[in-house]
């Protein structure tokens, strides 16, 4: 399988590349030395100021390019090889050269019933193919539509991968045709070979708690005591004297069942009650629930992510064709610094191969959603 990729922005750290003109600027530009045909599946990601023009924008690409299939979304941020593109006009694009039976794109699900009409219809394609990978786009704008996620993992059997995308209005997806309002993308036939790593973004700080008690949405004792006094046990005496400064530095962690790996979701802290004693974590928990407590800064994520790397990089071996990056909007500069660190490191552990993605407000990863998490997909050599 072959893999391309290109990007451009209108804007850069120096200042401005171009006057930008428009989406077409910005697509002559990612068009530079592309194949004058390619066959296979186009990606593509635009930021916001795009969303407008996304049905121009891929009746050009499969007029210019040759491909007909194209998947993609609008995103708050993007990335491509060793750039990120936040606050300004962006589009990346990428080909991945493969059979055209090798893959199927997924149409708009808005819904349980919708999901088994579209794989449904698919149903000859999956047995055949046996899909074990997915990249999944969400539209949080519609009402159930990330219940919807696991639902489609479960119902496929494929590892999903993805992110919510974003559009004030309109269509803020591609899967064939320009859609929105609910799950879309592409799932791969297992003669598609993929490596996917997972970086949480934060470091434990505690031990795993048991909620032993629930007074309505917050969580009143862990390990039978008042979840308060435990939470400032986990968290120090120096955070304990002041619990503002644990604010966006401290989150809950619910730790993923059955999973071999130590994975776990994490969850903002939404409330605390001081005279109850008790907390509220923004998640549906239960008597019986594990939690513990989870650290957030940079130094944590540039050591989660160097893990990640190193050991995506040893499942992959040498033929890593291409990638795809989903990373959370809280990441990229937010806590990695200006300059791109975050797909720096990428490109420092896997080399200069192709790598396009987005920046969003919550991340898919085996079928799960996720925040504060990078979720990286190589293609490789089969």
Not at 102 to 112: D, F, G, N, T, W
Not at 249 to 266: E, L, N, Q
Not at 281 to 298: A, C, P, Y
């Amino acid at each position: 399988m072959n893999a391309y990729a290109y990007a451009h922005a209108g804007v850069t750290q120096d200042g401005p590349i171009t006057q930008w003109r428009g989406w077409e600027s910005l697509l002559d530009h990612c068009l530079q030395d592309w194949p004058l045909t390619q066959n296979g599946l186009g990606l593509v990601y635009v930021t916001e100021p795009l969303a407008g023009d996304l049905n121009d924008i891929l009746d050009q690409l499969r007029r210019r390019t040759g491909i007909a299939d194209w998947t993609g979304a609008v995103a708050p941020a993007i990335c491509a090889t060793g750039t990120e593109y936040f606050d300004t006009p962006a589009m990346a694009i990428m080909a991945l050269g493969m059979p055209a039976g090798s893959y199927r794109l997924v149409p708009s699900i808005s819904s349980a019933e919708g999901g088994e009409r579209v794989l449904g219809s698919m149903s000859d394609w999956m047995a055949a193919q046996q899909p074990r990978f997915a990249i999944i786009h969400a539209d949080p704008r519609g009402s159930g539509v990330l219940s919807l996620v696991p639902g489609l993992a479960e119902t496929t059997q494929a590892y999903l991968v993805g992110g919510l995308t974003s559009a004030a209005t309109g269509a803020g997806q591609i899967a064939g045709a320009t859609t929105g309002g609910g799950l879309s993308g592409v799932l791969f036939g297992e003669s598609v070979p993929v490596a996917t790593g997972l970086t949480q973004g934060c470091a434990p700080i505690g031990p795993l708690r048991t909620i032993t008690a629930m007074e309505d949405e917050f969580v009143a004792e862990l390990d039978g005591r008042l979840a308060l006094d435990v939470f400032k046990e986990d968290i120090g005496d120096l955070l304990a004297r002041d619990l503002q400064r644990v604010v966006g530095y401290i989150h809950a962690a619910v730790p993923v069942r059955g999973s071999d790996t130590g994975d776990y979701m994490v969850r903002n802290l939404i409330g605390i009650d001081a005279g109850q004693g008790w907390l509220a974590i923004g998640d549906m928990l239960s008597e019986g629930d594990q939690v513990m407590f989870v650290r957030r800064d940079g130094a944590s994520a540039v050591a989660d992510m160097a893990r990640m790397l190193d050991s995506l990089k040893d499942r992959a071996g040498a033929g890593i064709r291409g990638g795809v990056y989903h990373s959370c909007i809280a990441r990229g500069p937010n806590q990695f610094g200006p300059g791109a660190q975050e797909l720096s490191m990428i490109r420092e552990a896997l080399g200069d191969i192709p790598i396009i993605g987005f920046f969003g407000n919550g991340e898919i990863s085996n079928g799960r959603l996720y925040t504060y998490t990078g979720v990286l997909s190589l293609f490789i050599e089969s």
